[in-house]
């Protein structure tokens, strides 16, 4: 018999819970203590093989200080099938996480800006560099 593949919104709610608990460095150890049950648990609720009840995932937002509705895309209606959200997927990369942290721990607004500025900069400049090196014969050799 086949294994039941996870539902998209299961999949995402999980997600969620694991991009929150990892921008506030917390472990799957630490997050299982706090609800009173097993790690592996959490690893099946991140996975979205296991959905989160109600009640679980109203506690889950208190641990993680956010509201219940930050698990939720879409006014709570859940991904649409199929897309995937840029934002969820740069917060799962290990570089995405870093930067959010560090962008998290700038207090001064005009740093933020100019980073911000200086990101746009590099991203025009990085594809501008690509640009060029397909329309050069000679760097394409």
Same mark, same amino acid.
């Given at each position: 018999?086949?294994?039941? %593949?996870?539902? %998209?919104?299961?999949?995402?709610?999980?997600?969620?819970?694991?991009?929150?608990?990892?921008?506030?460095?917390?472990?799957?150890?630490? *997050?299982?203590?706090?609800?009173?049950?097993?790690?592996?648990?959490?690893?099946?609720?991140?996975?979205?093989?296991?959905?989160?009840?109600? %009640?679980? *995932?109203? *506690?889950? %937002?208190?641990?993680?200080?956010?509201?219940?509705?930050?698990?939720?895309?879409?006014?709570?209606?859940?991904?649409?099938?199929?897309?995937?959200?840029?934002?969820?997927?740069?917060?799962?990369?290990?570089?995405? *996480?870093?930067?959010?942290?560090?962008?998290?721990?700038?207090?001064?607004?005009?740093?933020?800006?100019?980073?911000?500025?200086?990101?746009?900069?590099?991203?025009?400049?990085?594809?501008?560099?690509?640009?060029?090196?397909?329309?050069?014969?000679?760097?394409?050799?």
């Amino acid at each position: 018999m086949k294994a039941k %593949s996870p539902n %998209s919104i299961d999949v995402y709610v999980g997600n969620r819970v694991r991009v929150r608990r990892k921008t506030l460095g917390m472990t799957q150890h630490g *997050l299982a203590e706090l609800l009173g049950i097993t790690f592996q648990q959490i690893q099946k609720y991140e996975k979205g093989t296991n959905r989160i009840g109600a %009640s679980r *995932l109203q *506690l889950i %937002s208190e641990i993680l200080r956010v509201p219940v509705g930050f698990f939720f895309e879409n006014g709570g209606s859940g991904p649409i099938e199929g897309e995937t959200s840029e934002l969820n997927k740069f917060l799962s990369s290990k570089e995405g *996480l870093a930067l959010n942290k560090a962008f998290i721990a700038i207090e001064d607004p005009n740093i933020r800006q100019k980073l911000v500025s200086l990101a746009k900069s590099l991203a025009v400049a990085g594809l501008s560099d690509i640009e060029a090196e397909l329309q050069d014969p000679v760097a394409n050799g």
